[in-house]
């Protein structure tokens, strides 16, 4: 499966009309949560384009992953502030969009980052990472890296939040479909009957929650040697809970992110692979379509063959397998987290 890596040329991909001033420019950022690493990054990214471009920027997060609540608050407190437009990565997919349709109903133009609406057309565009390749690569790896052992396979999933948000579904079956399981219903987790499955447990994106998480699937079956996670926070909990009990050599963590902290965590072995993102390039995209939006009330279109600008996606291992392409780990460090 080839990867791809959006180069420089997305700095050219906008360019700007000077019919707004900066005091009339307004945006938003509403992430998940104000303490994962990636919507960190984000909000960096954010922020130096919005002073670039002259941009007012308020940020707004959830307590902690899947507090929607908060989300929609934000929302409102955007509608009533009169910003040009909104960056959204949402906690509850679907639940949300009913706070997103009053905004583009005032005018506001909203932008999903990271993580699609459902329907993904309930915004007005989405930058994201193409997340089911992204679960693809690190399933086809974790399958060539156990070869014939692949069929025995004993697989935990450690997943984001009960309410099954895109990111989440995407990545969980991207991840089977490259380790070579019936995913059945692509756009739902749990319906799949491949006896290497031990199970899923909702970790909230965060250590805490993945070393949990990894404890419960333990005590369903001690035997599980590969572990899908959805983000790195999550991996390294999985990692911590395994190590307690003598099993950290003997299982294959995998997970989507690419952050630098993680991609230090695939050098020292914790993680086996990640697919590495591009937030900062998400969200300073996000600000430059808003800035657009404002000047010329242009929308910003899809990638080609795709329903969301593809920010690009890369597998970060220091164990390459044949038939997969991936960069190292000093290359993954270099990019983190463009």
């Not at 992953?65 to 929609?72: A, L, M, P």
């Not at 993904?120 to 679960?135: P, R, S, V």
């Not at 430059?288 to 890369?314: L, Y």
């Amino acid at each position: 499966m080839k990867s791809t890596v959006f180069g420089a040329a997305a700095a050219v991909l906008f360019s700007f009309a000077s019919s707004a001033s900066a005091a009339d420019v307004s945006a938003c950022l509403i992430t998940k949560t104000d303490t994962n690493p990636f919507f960190v990054k984000m909000k960096e990214g954010a922020t130096a384009k919005a002073s670039e471009l002259g941009v007012e920027l308020k940020s707004y997060a959830g307590k902690i992953d899947g507090d929607s609540e908060s989300q929609v608050a934000a929302i409102e407190t955007c509608i009533a502030d009169g910003v040009k437009g909104i960056l959204l990565t949402a906690s509850d997919t679907a639940g949300i969009v009913p706070a997103v349709k009053k905004a583009r109903d005032a005018g506001i133009l909203v932008i999903a980052l990271d993580t699609p609406l459902d329907p993904a057309d309930a915004a007005d565009a989405t930058f994201a990472t193409d997340n089911l390749l992204a679960g693809k690569l690190i399933g086809q790896w974790a399958a060539a890296t156990l070869g014939d052992a692949a069929k025995d396979a004993k697989i935990a999933f450690l997943d984001l939040t009960p309410s099954q948000p895109t990111v989440d579904v995407l990545r969980d079956q991207g991840f089977m479909l490259g380790f070579g399981i019936d995913v059945k219903d692509v756009k739902r987790i749990g319906d799949e009957d491949d006896p290497r499955i031990v199970g899923h447990d909702m970790t909230n994106g965060n250590e805490e929650g993945g070393r949990k998480a990894m404890e419960n699937l333990l005590q369903k079956d001690p035997g599980i040697n590969v572990v899908h996670t959805i983000n790195e926070p999550a991996a390294a909990g999985a990692y911590q809970a395994l190590k307690a009990v003598g099993m950290e050599q003997n299982v294959l963590i995998v997970s989507v992110d690419g952050g630098c902290p993680g991609v230090k965590n695939v050098e020292a072995g914790v993680i086996g692979a990640t697919s590495q993102q591009y937030p900062l390039l998400m969200a300073s995209m996000g600000i430059e379509a808003i800035k657009k939006f404002a000047d010329t009330g242009e929308k910003p279109k899809p990638t080609e063959g795709k329903d969301f600008f593809d920010t690009g996606v890369a597998l970060v291992t220091a164990k390459p397998v044949n038939g997969v392409e991936s960069i190292d780990v000093k290359t993954g460090l270099d990019k983190c987290w463009g």
